[in-house]
């Protein structure tokens, strides 16, 4: 069978996986809807926050940036696996002891404050939407390279599965979806994963296979930094932006990771605090199985490319080449007219240039592998793309529907009325992110940065501190949040849209880039929040009570 | 609960969320970031891992799973000293 007719059997069985679940896991009340009855295992909980966490970009495009940046590409390592030592230390226990059904619920009870609950939903509702218009569009773009139809079908295709599942389960049928799809993203992460690591290191276990030894006394790492100085290329091991850059930007992405919503409402859905403990570890463990896949992904496809490309004759290159030039991700421009790729650090020099969410994409055929490997890898992709989308759509229905609607507008609405309007907000929600991810605005890219850095200078420090100040009051939490919003907004819209042509570290604040200053942004949303507090009245003794609940076991 | 088992399982808590969170930033920040350049010069034994790097990439990663099961069983532990457990 050819590479497009396994991608055909293996998408088709997995949305036939995913339909066949939702039909199984239909959402019977609102509880149902919102938080799976409360009823999910710890271990399931933990699987399904890994499918939810784990995004288009993290599947296709991780370790295309951590080849391209070396020890630079750390941050988004390190940054999106921290964020859970936060979430299981600060953030889930406390949330579940809590016991409501959204962030938004949670702010405006602990600061007895309308008002908050509002700012949050605004907060929720921007940061779902801007994340799940790149989703729909990793789906459609998946789907144009291997299926050979239309980006738009693609997106159409997708809308209409998300719409069946998330309408119909709600959280329960998202839950056990999800479940299915990490085991299938992370079967097709690794597997090619594992062909490379045989055929570079010879052993099947990537993280091993990245330091191993071979006879010379080298490892894989060796070999690609000797192949990245002999052509120019910054050193794989020692690249890097500046330090402090470094660090703000990994500290934005674990805050901002703690801080998304999204992520957040999964621990509500296990029975027991302690659940909510172990259900992050659990979750971590499933994520790191594909971060520390990643760099020998990296370090391996990379190597593979320059290997049996560079230096080679163009009319002497493996097919897959040419095959991925007509889709753009490959351009070839034969500078000096000899017919050899030369693919240089130096810009003025270099033929070819490689897109970087061609490693995932292109590994298996980089690395020679069978042409089901190809098609498992297309399965994985939107796996992990339709599972991110499906739970940002499901925090966009609820936000509506029980902060929004039940919360504010219309408190006596029934049971039944409040899960027919939680389905018809999802079904809202998935049309508008498909007509997102039809018509993208020209910056969807630069968007992820601004999700990160909203939710750590906006939820996070908000959450944080209502749970370890008792003294945190509602306008000092209102302040502080708009303060860290407004900060951290301006600054990336100015360097991404109003003046792009100053994106650069000499016009950065001490050479911070846009994807770190949601770090700048919590510790202005600190600084206003705690000044405010103290100039304030204390908040009222129920809610003091409240904390106290929040802090004792059960 | 009592105010006063309240009071040290609060303060228990906090107390593992400060040595917790110290190995936390000592891996990531430390290790991976700040300190990376000058572990470099060393391997992980045995590996050709420069030492620097493996923090960043692999060892922080690692250290972050064992973290969070460790904060799992000392709050395990003191509940079941405090007499407050769920089963």
């Known amino acids: ?554 | 609960m009592n105010e006063r088992d309240a009071q040290l399982y609060w303060r228990s808590n906090l107390r593992y969320l400060a040595a917790l969170l110290s190995i936390w930033f000592a891996v990531s920040f430390g290790c991976g970031v700040l300190f990376a350049p000058w572990l470099n010069q060393w391997r992980l034994p045995g590996t050709g891992f420069k030492l620097g790097l493996w923090f960043a990439q692999q060892g922080s990663i690692y250290t972050f799973v064992v973290l969070i099961a460790v904060y799992v069983a000392l709050m395990a532990r003191l509940e079941k000293r405090l007499g407050c457990y769920e089963e």
């Open chain 1, 1 to 554: 069978m050819s590479v497009q007719s396994w991608t055909f059997v293996l998408v088709g069985l997995s949305f036939a996986l995913y339909v066949g679940l939702a039909l199984w896991a239909k959402a019977r009340s609102t509880r149902d809807f919102y938080v799976a009855d409360g009823a999910v295992h710890p271990v399931v909980n933990g699987m399904a926050t890994a499918a939810d966490w784990m995004s288009a970009a993290s599947f296709l495009s991780m370790a295309g940036m951590v080849a391209a940046l070396g020890h630079g590409g750390s941050v988004y390592l390190m940054g999106w696996t921290g964020g859970y030592v936060l979430l299981a230390l600060l953030f889930a226990p406390y949330l579940r002891r809590f016991g409501r059904f959204t962030v938004p619920a949670f702010v405006g009870d602990r600061y007895g404050s309308q008002a908050a609950r509002i700012v949050a939903v605004v907060c929720a509702l921007f940061v779902s939407f801007t994340y799940v218009a790149g989703q729909m569009r990793g789906v459609g773009i998946v789907f144009s390279r291997f299926l050979e139809v239309s980006i738009d079908t693609g997106v159409w295709i997708g809308m209409a599965i998300v719409l069946f599942y998330a309408v119909l389960g709600g959280m329960k049928g998202i839950t056990y979806t999800q479940v299915a799809q990490y085991c299938v993203l992370i079967f097709a992460y690794l597997v090619p994963a594992i062909f490379l690591s045989l055929r570079i290191a010879g052993t099947p276990v990537p993280q091993w296979g990245l330091g191993a030894l071979d006879e010379t006394g080298r490892s894989a790492i060796d070999r690609l930094d000797g192949l990245q100085r002999e052509l120019g290329f910054a050193s794989y091991s020692e690249g890097g932006g500046g330090l402090l850059d470094m660090l703000c930007v990994t500290a934005a992405l674990m805050a901002g990771t703690a801080g998304l919503p999204h992520v957040i409402v999964r621990f509500y859905t296990v029975p027991k605090v302690r659940d909510a403990r172990s259900s992050a570890g659990w979750a971590l463990l499933f994520i790191a199985l594909l971060y520390t896949t990643a760099p020998a992904v990296a370090v391996f496809a990379r190597t593979s490319l320059l290997e049996t490309v560079s230096g080679r004759p163009y009319a002497q290159l493996p097919d897959w080449f040419k095959k991925w030039e007509g889709t753009g991700l490959i351009r070839f421009d034969d500078k000096n007219g000899d017919g050899v790729v030369q693919h240089l650090g130096d810009a003025q020099a270099n033929e070819l240039i490689v897109d970087r969410d061609i490693l995932v994409l292109a590994s298996p055929e980089i690395g020679g592998l069978p042409d089901w490997v190809a098609g498992l890898v297309a399965a994985g992709g939107l796996a992990a793309a339709l599972s991110t989308a499906a739970g940002l759509l499901l925090v966009v229905s609820t936000s509506i529907s029980h902060d929004l609607l039940k919360g504010a507008l219309w408190p006596s609405i029934t049971e039944r009325g409040e899960l027919f309007f939680a389905r018809i907000s999802a079904a809202v929600a998935v049309l508008v992110a498909g007509y997102l991810g039809l018509n993208p605005p020209g910056f969807v890219a630069q968007v992820v940065a601004f999700a990160f850095g909203l939710a750590a200078s906006s939820f996070f420090l908000t959450i944080l501190l209502g749970v370890f100040s008792r003294r945190m009051n509602a306008p000092g939490a209102i302040s502080g949040m708009l303060a860290g919003l407004s900060f951290t907004a301006s600054y990336i819209v100015y360097f991404k849209f109003v003046a792009p042509a100053l994106n650069t570290p000499e016009h950065w604040w001490w050479g911070i880039s846009p994807e770190g200053i949601g770090v700048l942004g919590a510790l202005v949303n600190f600084a206003v929040a705690l000044c405010v507090a103290r100039l304030t009245p204390p908040p009222p003794a129920h809610l003091s009570k409240l904390v106290d609940l929040l802090r004792s076991p059960r």
